[in-house]
């Protein structure tokens, strides 16, 4: 169980209410940054996320605070956010909800997720992360967990982080079948439908052309809606999500019945594989103004 959050010890964590969610979060928000964790005492993978919030909104010392919500205590609250999977995360800022994710993430992933909405105070993160170690990679990240696993057997979230980490990591099939191994409670996480989502998109690449290549059959021919969907997948499981999304809208838009209405089955499946809560915000938008 996680404990009760004590304010005077820690001036930057709080708990969150329906009675002080307007003033200390959304109001609060218009001057400092908040991030709201929607937990629950038997949620196993909050067990992991909380303590490293809390670790990380006493580095940043005031640059953002830590809102904790219980779901069991806040239930309409948590109704209101369309809470349907915990640890889910949010980030307030300037009264708005800009950014957020659901899932325990690694240390690693939730500092880069902080370092682009908000800024340390001059003095405080810089000078206690100066002897930390660069941030592992996916290999040294799937070392780390099969020696966490043997080492605590019982620690079944560990399996998924494993699996997360495989993936990341290029070795699809170890990472399915790590998946599939997860025992049900697990398998319906939001970290491991994401996944799933993700390798179900790998697998439709195999065999297909390289990124030049579908890039130079659009120039020729921009109705080559099948060179505009694979394109699309590469963007999205790459470096640029937003462009990949962007293949499949115009699709949508220009020949909504392609292949079965494949651009629609894709755009949904993209917002299962994505953390960028504003990012899918806005594409479900767009692609709801397209078919509606």
């Known amino acids: 169980m996680e404990p009760t959050v004590n304010a005077a010890v820690s001036p930057h964590i709080f708990e969150v209410d329906q009675e002080n969610f307007e003033t200390d979060v959304l109001q609060a928000s218009l001057t400092t940054p908040v991030l709201v964790d929607f937990w629950a005492t038997w949620c196993g993978p909050c067990k992991s996320l909380g303590p490293l919030l809390e670790k990380l909104a ?20 948590a109704g209101v956010f369309g809470i ?26 939730l500092r880069q ?11 405080d993160v810089d000078e206690q992360l100066e002897d930390e170690l660069p941030p592992e990679s996916p290999e040294q990240a799937i070392n780390r967990l099969q020696q966490d696993i043997a080492a605590e057997p019982d620690r079944l979230e560990l399996k998924l982080d494993l699996a997360v980490a495989l993936a990341q990591a290029g070795h699809a099939a170890a990472a399915e079948a790590e998946l599939n191994a997860l ?70 838009e220009k020949a909504r019945d392609w292949n079965d209405g494949q651009a629609k089955k ?21 692609m709801a103004s397209l078919l509606f």
């Open 58 to 77: 006493t580095e940043y010392n005031g640059a953002f605070r830590l809102g904790k919500v219980d779901v069991d205590k806040n239930q309409e609250l």
């Open 84 to 109: 349907r999977s915990i640890p889910t995360v949010i980030l307030v800022k300037d009264g708005q909800i800009l950014d957020g994710f659901a899932g325990a993430l690694p240390e690693g992933q």
């Open 113 to 123: 997720f902080l370092s682009r909405h908000i800024q340390p105070l001059e003095g």
């Open 183 to 252: 025992p049900a409670n697990l398998s319906t996480d939001s970290r491991a439908v994401r996944l799933r989502s993700q390798l179900d998109l790998a697998r439709s690449l195999e065999g297909t052309p390289a990124m030049d290549v579908l890039q130079q059959r659009i120039h020729a021919n921009a109705h080559d809606w099948e060179a505009h969907d694979l394109l699309g997948v590469r963007l999205l499981l790459g470096d640029d999500p937003a462009a990949g999304l962007e293949h499949w809208l115009l699709i949508l």
């Open 266 to 286: 894709r755009l949904l499946a993209a917002f299962n594989t994505l953390d960028d809560a504003e990012l899918v915000g806005r594409y479900r938008r767009r």
